[in-house]
Each structure stands twice: as C-alpha cells, then as structure tokens.
C-alpha cells in the first residue's frame, strides 16, 4: 500500500485518540471504582442493578420499620410485665388482707400501696415511645388512660410490614388486655376497685377481687405472650431482610463495580498502549526527503 | 531535416513541458493536505511527428505535455459514498444518544433511587402516621421523586431539542452544497466539452458530493453527460444534473413538535415530508436517534411517570388525612401520559399540609391507623400499564436505552472502520506524497535543466557557424 504523509498524519491522530480514549475510560474506571455508569456500560447489568437497588433499598426500609415496631412492642411487653408485676402483688395483698387477724390500719396501708401499684400501672401504661402512645391503638398522639382508669384509646392494631405485602400486628390491644373488652377482666378497675374495699376494710369486698385479679393476671400474661410471639416473628422478619439487604448489596457491587486489581492492570496496559502509539507517531514523522535534499 | 533553429524551437517546447511538470509537483505539494485533493500526473510524450531524416531516419522533436491527469481509484470511489453514508448515520445516531443521563441504574438523584427512598420514606412513616416530621419526609421524598421524573423528562427532551438544530443546520447545508453541486456540473459539463480534463474542478465537486453524500445517505448517479446525480434513499432526487432540490423543515404537532423534513424536488414547488428512512447520512442518524430510541425512552419515563402517579394517587385519594377527610390526590400529574414526566409534582394542597397525607383508612383511625399507607406502597409491586410493576418497568426502560445506545455505538465502530480502510485506500491512492513529488520535482528540473544545456549548445553551434567565413 502506498503511504502518504497525510495518510501516516491521520493515522498517528487516530490511533493516538484511540489509544487516548481508552485510558481515560481505564482511568475513569479505576478513579471511581464503578464498571456500570450508564446503561450502555452493560445494558443487562444496568437493568438487574435498578431491580437490585429497589430490593436492597425495600428490605433495608423494611428493616428500619421493623426497627422501630419492635421498639414500641418491647416496650409494651415491658410495661405489660409491670402490670403483671403489679398485679401479682396486689393479689399477695388481697389474700393477707382478706385474713381476719389483720385490721384496719393494716388494710388502710396496704389500700396505699394498691393506689400506688395503680398509679404506677397507669404511668407505664400511657408511656409513649417516640411520638406515639404505646397502649392508645390508633388513638396514639394522647394518654390512651386517664387517671380515672378509663381507657381512651380505640381497638385498633398496629401493623407492620415483615416480607414485601405481608403485614403483623405490631401492638397490643389495651382495651382486651387490660380493660376486658370481649369477655376478660378490667384489670385498673379491680386494682381501683381492691383499693376501694381495704380502705373501706371491707374483707368481703377484697376477698371478691381475688378471681377478678386472677383473671387479670391470666389476661395479661395472655398479652405478654401474644407480644412475645410478634416480636420473634419481627425480630426474625428484620434480620431476614438486613441479611437479604446486605446480600442485595453485595450483588449490587459484583454488578456495577470495578475489579480494583483488573482495573489498575488495564489502566496500566492503557497507558502503555497510549505511549507506544505517541512514540510510533513521533518516529513515524521524522524520516522525510525534505531533510536529505 | 532538423535545422538548429528548429531544435531551439523543439527545445523551447520541451521545457515548457518540464515546467509544467514541475508546476504539476508543486501543485501537489501545495495541496498535500487539502481534503478531496487528488494528486495529478502531468504526462510528457515525445512530440509528434517526429521529423524524417533522409529516407530511412527520424529524429525526435523533443518532449511535449500530453495531459495532466489524477489518480483516482475507480474501484475504491464507487463504494466510498455508501461507506461514507453508513459511517456518518452511525456516528449521528451514537452521538444523538451519548451523554444521557436520565436512566443512570445508580444516578445520585436518579429515577431509582428516588422511587426507592419514596418507598422507603412511606415504610418509615407506617409505624408513626401521625408524625408529622415523618409526613413531610414522605413529602420530601415526593418531591424527589417527581424532581427526578422532571430531570429525567427535561434531560431527553433536550436531547430531542438539540437534534432538532442539528437537523435545522443539516438541512440548510444540504440546500447550498445542492445548488452548489448543481453548479459544478454545469462548470464540469462546460470545462469537458472542450476536451480538457479539469482535475481541480472534478476535485471540487467530489468534496461537495462527499458532504452531501454524508449528510443525506444519498447514492450517487453518474451520467452519459458527465453530471453527477444524487438520490436520496427513498428514491427523490437530490440533485438532477444542473437542478437541486431543495429540503425544508416544519414542526410537526404529531411528533411533540419536534422537525420533520420535507422535499421540494428540482422544478417543483410542492413540498413532500420525508418519512422515516426517507434519509441516510448524518440526517437520518439524527432523525433516527431522535424518534427513535429517544422517543422511546421519552414515552418510557412519561408512561412509568403517570402509571406511578395515577396509582399512587388512586390508592391516596382511599385514605383519610390528619384532618379526617380524604379522596385528595398525593401527586399531580398530567391527563394523560404525554408530557407527565415533566410536570409531575407533589399535589401543593399537600405540599403545604403535611396533615392532608392519607395515611389512615378512616377518620376513625386517624392518627395512628397506617393500612392506606400499606395499599399505597402495595404500588411498588402492583403491575402498571405495561404488565410489569414500578421498578420492573424502570428497568426494562433501562435495559432497553442501554441496548439501543450500545448497539448505536458498535454499528459506529463497524460502519467507521469501513469508512477509514476506504478513505485510506482513497489516500493511497490519491494522496500526495511529499517525498515522491520532492523526487518528482527533482526529476522535472534536472530535465529542464538538461534541455535549457541542449539550448546553451545548439546556441553555441550557431554561433561556431556563424563564425565561419
């Protein structure tokens, strides 16, 4: 073929911008460590990457949410524990009291102490976790209990999300738990109403509240266990989907990033190339008649 | 007989043949790196007839011009116009779709990441609905979400816009290079009819039929005249002899008002639109890219834009806000799915009031109840109008614009790998070569230099002669 000085010009730019060209992507490659930028980098990686972003970003929302659900039900779970607590000890109370030996004062006192497992019964009770009321259902944003005992809140469940559509409850019921709707006992009530009968020492009136308290205790200790079961169900459903994040993120980087090791070696066989074609370029130029005439 | 006078004569001649040989060299040499420039080959013959010597003998006249030539490659210039119309509708196309960003997988403020974290933000927000920081991070998150399908939408109708003034320039180029084209012919026609071959002209013309070849995808059509005729692809006449036709531009209503072309064909004035394939070349590589997988990404994000919209408001408008009432839409969007992309937004009623999101079921369950929080995100996995949920559909957009841009982009190495083996086989053959026309140069002048020695000693024979008494 016959070469003309134009023709090795043009060929020396050419290859040089070639050679040029896939430094700088060898460069770019190995500045930023990511392989797929843009979708024509690798149209079917590019598109696996957006489902992939989706799934991580769910799960770990998915996770957070559960974060946060637990959370409230710990908390409830601990005040339920309390309420147990408290109701057991008013029960010890109930069956001393109702002995014949003790009088009055004995029952005056120990009507105090009742008030006072009430009282703290009820603070734990309306105790909030975040912005939201643990016990007040979707009545959340104020004290589900007044001080009376009444329950304020209404009967409805928190729910949250364990796997992509699938919802658990994520709250206790106060109104069944501790109020006896369908069927149970008011729990603040005979705590109220045991107060009532050792302050009026009224032996019969506090002998009374003994099957009431033992149902109370049932009750809650039926809660409890619902809670417990919710949270297991929860703290799997969250470490599930950190687990499925992390795995989604790990695909995300074999999908989109860079190799370091295969990216430094192209980058460095890049910049060899690019040098070997400046240097043929400039060898190619210099032999000419011009400078032997 | 051959007398001294007539060898000065002779000789008088032969040097004006090796100046013009030295003048072809340096012709070349000057044009060594003008583009379209074949290098040109003054021939010298021996000047007929020779002049008889008695009855058995001739001697020769000296040396006369007998043409100047270019070296052109028949071969190699019949298939450059298609290669050069595959390359540059190629390179259009590519370079019509390079630099988009808009379906980035992993775009900072990308479409992706924004339905994700809208997504995630709604996540959070069902397990405190009542909260109003975490209402306005949903907002928040909304309005990222629709940032990102407006970016998006701007990002591809910019791309469409600016083919649109590649188009516009295009076309008035091809106006003045057709007229052009068409005046070279008739120069052409008017230089051969006398018989001479005019090289610097036939150079002219090839450079303007090179361009509008590369411009337009147009095949050339050579003629018993000498014209050089071009058609364009879907078979209108370009240039027809002395005659151009003439290409125009209108905004087409169908096409978002985006350009379409028209022809008016030599002699005509009525104007006829081009359809898709009508134009190769850098034209139709721009029309190309720009309705086709632009147009395609275009209706792909304002289709996922109003599909995501409706189905969110549709599930919102289920739920009831802080204040108890609801039916209200979470995102304004379009009528349709024409142009969605670009104007979606938040609804700016629940803009300003964060109270207004309908996260509950009913006004009975306001504040805590998230259930309508959990239908609307149930349209992340819900199918949009294409059969495929919100990111599927993302994706498929996605994988679809990378196809096409990386198609465009191997069609671009291929149709220019040919284009330069070509061009480089044109060069070879046409290109000037310093060091031959140096050596050429050379050659013209010690032979000029000889002959002007021949002339030096015919005259001093003369002048022995005359000395004779």
Redesign the interface.
Known sequence: MRVTDRLLFESAAKHAAAARERFEAASREAATGVRVQHPEDDPGAASVMARTIAQAGRDAAIGRALGSASDELQAAETSLDAVSAALSRARELAVQLSNATYGANERAAAAEEVTGLFKDVLGRLNQKVGSRYVFGGFQDAAPPFDATGAYLGDTGVREVEVAPGVTVPASVRADVALKGAGGGVDVLGTLQSLAAALAANNVAGVQGTLDDLDTGIAQVARARSEAGSHLAVMDAARNASLSAHVDGQTRLSHLADADVIDAAARLAQAERALDAALSAAAKSFRPTLLDKL | MADLFALLSWSSSSLSAHRASSATASHNLSN??TPGFARQRAHLEAALPADAVGARAYVGRGAALSGVSQARDAFVERQLPAAFAAASYSDARANGLSGL?A????GGAGL??A???F??AL??L???P??RGARQAVLAQGRVVALAFNRAAQNVAGARDGLDAQVARDVARVNDLAKSLAALNRQVRVEQASGAVPNDLLDARLRVQDELVQLTGASVVPDADGNVNLQLPAGGALVNGDAAATLSTQKDAANRGHLAVFLTPPGSSAAAALGPGALGGALGGALDARDGALATAERDIDTLAYDFASAVNAAHRNGVGLDGVGGRDFFAVAASAVGAARTLAVDPGLLANPDQLGA?ASA????????NL?AI??T??AALSGGLD???T???A??S???A??SA?TAQGRDGAVR?QLT??R???A?????EE??AL?TSQRAYEAVLKVIQTTDEMLDSLMKLR
Do not use: C, H, K
């Not at chain 2, 379906?103 to 992993?106: A, E, G, H, Q, V």
């Not at chain 2, 009975?364 to 259930?371: E, H, L, N, T």
């Open positions: 060594a790196n960003t379906l980035d997988p992993d992706t990441n339905l994700d974290a997504y995630g996540r959070q069902t397990q405190t009542g909260d509950a009975a369950g306001v504040p805590g109840d998230a259930s959990f995100i149930q992340e996995s919100v990111f599927d993302l994706a498929a996605i994988a614009w990378g196809s841009v990386d982009r330069d480089a086989l060069e070879a053959t290109g000037v070569s310093i060091d140096m050596i050379t």
